[in-house]
């Protein structure tokens, strides 16, 4: 059975991934209005980039924002079964994307 502190590592894990992922950029073209509003709400300084500070502030906000939502009874704690249901709900923590950043090759291996 995963532990509480388990579960709160793997729920960071994907967090920070996500929004290391979303500071730099990534997800296609330059971000659109999507990276203003980001740069807007958190480029404190205006330099139009965003500082490790900066950075760790958006981390720290979308961190909240999913815990809440995956809170469901608002008791400021993720039971297994809240744990459980945010990830079927999902696809997993990757929204679905099971095989990202894997290459899939055309023909099934066992043809070799």
Do not use: C
């Amino acid at each position: 059975m995963l532990t509480k502190t388990k579960l709160a590592l793997a729920l960071l894990v994907s967090l920070v991934t996500g929004g290391v992922a979303l500071a730099h950029g990534n997800g296609g073209g330059d971000g659109g209005p999507r990276k203003a509003e980001i740069l807007a709400k958190f480029d404190t300084n205006k330099d139009g980039k965003l500082e490790p500070a900066e950075r760790a502030a958006m981390k720290d906000e979308r961190a909240t924002e999913r815990f809440t939502k995956l809170d469901k009874d608002g008791d400021g704690k993720l039971s297994l079964d809240e744990f459980k249901a945010a990830r079927q709900g999902r696809g997993g923590f990757h929204g679905g994307r099971r095989h990202h950043g894997q290459h899939q090759r055309g023909g099934d291996k066992s043809e070799k």
